[in-house]
């Protein structure tokens, strides 16, 4: 079989933000959602292995119970104040605009953050043209920051002035709303929109969360110094983004394909919400941090993700959030960007991204003979680069370059005990080669969307750095499927499920994975780059569907490194692993159990 091209990603020329250019191709296929009924009630021969990470290491606050300073636990998503998500029924302060401004809020927080004894709601009404911020609140007790009853309040905010960001700031990103070395900080239900820059000069971002612990220095009048929340051994944490709209962030400088400074340029960058806590493995998490519910859309942000949790974080939760066109990564979780620290313990739950697509991002273009030449799309809806412990759970993800992707970029680092539960991943056919290529939007989302049909994989497992490793991964009852017919060469193949780079312990256990049909030549449904390191590895119990006849087809339906495979039976009797021996087409096979282990 012909092997597949190397990946291709650009790092940044100061410690930061990625993302992977794979070169692979996109697709058409008729959608095929449900598996076929299993043939009689026959009892399961086959015992699941023991998986190498399951949901109990993702354990979850009691409902309506509040987080508490390291207590290792996952905020609740129905409650995770301890409250029920609901607007505040009122107020200890309110700005109003026109007569109050985002200075008159900023004095007031300043004034009060660190006095405060019990949970405080400040509440806007109107329109405010510069941002809101939260700098140094070390106090437990919640601040809140909503509409007032009754009202909306919008940050409509323009370009980026140097006074946005913090001095204290690791990296030098804006925010339109910006909480910096605080805790216990609640953003409810705000509308964040239309701030912008173009190129290297500053970095946007709708909403802002950093803190630092990179340095043991505790004067806060000096730069760099210690979190104000680390301080007299306290904790950052309880930061709440919870019913936000954040649209039109955005780092014009991608859409510029007329200088050659910006065209593949990684300080070109800008983000819908981004947590980034700089620290060291040893030093105290940034932790219960909360981004739920929240639309996040119309963002240009260079070669930075829509929505990141980077760094040292733990025991997070990103839920039920709308995520759609822009164009870079919808959703990522990072570790060893920032010192040696991993995201780690979250949940990622039941979010709904589409429309991701990189075509028009000059910040991963490519100059040539005078122009910036566009390159392969490559963002993928869900990523994890190098977090640790991270559960993927009961999410949408369509029309994205790339569905889900478990991955780590940094030389020689891991990404480990990866769950993958529940998701839907889908890739419209498209309708040409080219951008735009039109599709439907998801389910329960009227029309139609022109990033549609240039899906290289619906999950791709794989470690891009050189000498990074991914272990412990458990893929489990997702709808897998690939209609890609459109992408950089057919001659690659498409896979539906890659597995790839330094990877061992990895169980595929009991998904739906589909193609496109008898007559598709492109889409592979299980492909293998490279043979598993070490380890304990399980493919089984899955069901394959819609797959290809066609004898001409780039990697059959199933594929090794050298080897590849028209039928199922074919690939039974040839992987010499044992893999899917107890997997079927069409249905799953009543030998297997009907319930994973969970």
Same mark, same amino acid.
């Given at each position: 079989?012909?092997?597949?091209?190397?990946?291709?990603?650009?790092?940044?020329?100061?410690?930061?933000?990625? *993302?992977?250019? #794979?070169? %692979?191709?996109?697709? /058409? =296929?008729? !959608?095929?959602?449900?598996?076929?009924? @299993? $043939?009689?009630?026959?009892?399961?021969?086959?015992?699941?292995?023991?998986?190498?990470?399951?949901?109990?290491?993702?354990?979850?606050?009691?409902?309506?119970?509040?987080?508490?300073?390291?207590?290792?636990?996952?905020?609740?998503?129905?409650?995770?104040?301890?409250?029920?998500?609901?607007?505040?029924?009122?107020?200890?302060?309110?700005?109003?605009?026109?007569?109050?401004?985002?200075?008159?809020?900023?004095?007031?927080?300043?004034?009060?953050?660190?006095?405060?004894?019990?949970?405080?709601?400040?509440?806007?009404?109107?329109?405010?043209?510069?941002?809101?911020?939260?700098?140094?609140?070390?106090?437990?007790?919640? *601040?809140?920051? #909503?509409? %007032?009853?009754?009202? /909306? =309040?919008? !940050?409509?905010?323009?370009?980026?002035? @140097? $006074?946005?960001?913090?001095?204290?700031?690791?990296?030098?990103?804006?925010?339109?709303?910006?909480?910096?070395?605080?805790?216990?900080?609640?953003?409810?239900?705000?509308?964040?929109?239309?701030?912008?820059?173009?190129?290297?000069?500053?970095?946007?971002?709708?909403?802002?969360?950093?803190?630092?612990?990179?340095?043991?220095?505790?004067?806060?009048?000096?730069?760099?110094?210690?979190?104000?929340?680390?301080?007299?051994?306290?904790?950052?944490?309880?930061?709440?983004?919870?019913?936000?709209?954040?649209?039109?962030?955005?780092?014009?400088?991608?859409?510029?394909?007329?200088?050659?400074?910006?065209?593949?340029?990684?300080?070109?960058?800008?983000?819908?919400?981004?947590?980034? =806590?700089?620290?060291?493995?040893?030093?105290?998490?940034?932790?219960?941090?909360?981004?739920?519910?929240?639309?996040?859309?119309?963002?240009?942000?260079?070669?930075?993700?829509?929505?990141?949790?980077?760094?040292?974080?733990?025991?997070?939760?990103?839920?039920?959030?709308?995520?759609?066109?822009?164009?870079?990564?919808?959703?990522?979780?990072?570790?060893?960007?920032?010192?040696?620290?991993?995201?780690?313990?979250?949940?990622?739950?039941?979010?709904?991204?589409?429309?991701?697509?990189?075509?028009?991002?000059?910040?991963?273009?490519?100059?040539?003979?005078?122009?910036?030449?566009?390159?392969?799309?490559?963002?993928?809806?869900?990523?994890?680069?190098?977090?640790?412990?991270?559960?993927?759970?009961?999410?949408?993800?369509?029309?994205?370059?790339?569905?889900?992707?478990?991955?780590?970029?940094?030389?020689?680092?891991?990404?480990?005990?990866?769950?993958?539960?529940?998701?839907?991943?889908?890739?419209?056919?498209?309708?040409?080669?080219?951008?735009?290529?039109?599709?439907?939007?998801?389910?329960?989302?009227?029309?139609?969307?022109?990033?549609?049909?240039?899906?290289?994989?619906?999950?791709?497992?794989?470690?891009?750095?050189?000498?990074?490793?991914?272990?412990?991964?458990?893929?489990?009852?997702?709808?897998?499927?690939?209609?890609?017919?459109?992408?950089?060469?057919?001659?690659?193949?498409?896979?539906?499920?890659?597995?790839?780079?330094?990877?061992?312990?990895?169980?595929?256990?009991?998904?739906?994975?589909?193609?496109?049909?008898?007559?598709?030549?492109?889409?592979?449904?299980?492909?293998?780059?490279?043979?598993?390191?070490?380890?304990?590895?399980?493919?089984?119990?899955?069901?394959?569907?819609?797959?290809?006849?066609?004898?001409?087809?780039?990697?059959?339906?199933?594929?090794?490194?050298?080897?590849?495979?028209?039928?199922?039976?074919?690939?039974?009797?040839?992987?010499?692993?044992?893999?899917?021996?107890?997997?079927?087409?069409?249905?799953?096979?009543?030998?297997?159990?009907?319930?994973?282990?969970?």
């Amino acid at each position: 079989m012909p092997v597949p091209p190397p990946m291709f990603r650009r790092s940044r020329t100061r410690p930061g933000h990625r *993302l992977r250019l #794979a070169a %692979a191709a996109a697709g /058409t =296929a008729a !959608l095929a959602w449900a598996p076929l009924a @299993a $043939a009689g009630p026959a009892a399961a021969t086959v015992a699941q292995p023991a998986p190498p990470v399951t949901a109990s290491a993702f354990p979850v606050e009691p409902a309506g119970t509040a987080p508490a300073d390291n207590d290792g636990l996952i905020p609740n998503p129905a409650t995770p104040t301890g409250a029920a998500i609901a607007p505040p029924a009122s107020c200890a302060v309110t700005f109003a605009s026109p007569g109050a401004t985002s200075a008159s809020v900023n004095s007031w927080i300043a004034a009060n953050e660190n006095s405060m004894a019990a949970t405080t709601v400040l509440c806007l009404s109107g329109t405010f043209t510069s941002p809101i911020q939260v700098w140094g609140k070390s106090s437990t007790a919640l *601040l809140e920051i #909503a509409p %007032a009853p009754g009202s /909306t =309040a919008t !940050l409509s905010l323009g370009t980026v002035t @140097a $006074a946005d960001t913090s001095p204290n700031q690791f990296w030098a990103d804006s925010g339109g709303v910006s909480i910096v070395d605080s805790r216990s900080v609640e953003i409810y239900g705000l509308t964040v929109q239309n701030y912008t820059w173009s190129g290297t000069g500053h970095s946007p971002a709708g909403i802002y969360v950093t803190v630092r612990s990179d340095t043991t220095n505790t004067n806060q009048n000096t730069v760099p110094h210690l979190s104000a929340c680390f301080l007299n051994g306290g904790s950052c944490g309880d930061i709440y983004i919870i019913g936000n709209t954040v649209r039109n962030i955005t780092n014009t400088g991608d859409e510029n394909y007329t200088i050659r400074s910006l065209c593949g340029n990684g300080n070109v960058d800008g983000y819908g919400i981004a947590v980034i =806590a700089a620290g060291s493995a040893a030093s105290r998490p940034l932790q219960h941090l909360v981004i739920e519910n929240n639309t996040v859309t119309g963002t240009r942000t260079g070669q930075s993700e829509t929505v990141t949790i980077n760094g040292d974080v733990t025991d997070f939760l990103a839920a039920g959030n709308v995520i759609h066109d822009t164009d870079n990564i919808g959703l990522d979780t990072i570790g060893w960007e920032v010192g040696a620290s991993q995201a780690s313990h979250g949940l990622i739950r039941g979010n709904t991204i589409y429309n991701v697509d990189t075509w028009s991002n000059a910040a991963y273009g490519k100059w040539s003979n005078g122009a910036c030449v566009a390159q392969p799309e490559n963002a993928a809806g869900i990523y994890d680069d190098g977090a640790s412990y991270i559960w993927i759970d009961g999410n949408v993800v369509w029309n994205t370059d790339q569905g889900i992707n478990l991955d780590v970029e940094t030389k020689g680092q891991s990404t480990d005990h990866l769950l993958v539960s529940g998701n839907t991943v889908y890739a419209d056919p498209g309708t040409s080669a080219s951008d735009p290529s039109a599709g439907l939007n998801p389910p329960g989302t009227t029309g139609t969307s022109a990033v549609a049909g240039h899906d290289p994989y619906a999950l791709y497992v794989d470690a891009f750095g050189r000498s990074a490793s991914i272990s412990s991964v458990y893929v489990h009852d997702n709808i897998f499927q690939n209609q890609s017919q459109y992408f950089l060469t057919p001659s690659a193949g498409m896979p539906v499920v890659d597995l790839g780079g330094i990877w061992s312990n990895v169980q595929i256990w009991h998904n739906t994975i589909l193609g496109l049909g008898a007559a598709d030549r492109y889409n592979p449904l299980f492909e293998v780059d490279k043979q598993p390191s070490g380890g304990t590895n399980v493919v089984d119990c899955n069901d394959y569907g819609n797959l290809s006849t066609a004898s001409n087809t780039v990697n059959g339906n199933f594929a090794l490194p050298a080897t590849s495979f028209l039928t199922l039976p074919q690939w039974q009797a040839g992987n010499k692993h044992g893999w899917d021996a107890d997997s079927a087409v069409g249905s799953f096979s009543p030998n297997c159990p009907a319930q994973s282990v969970k």
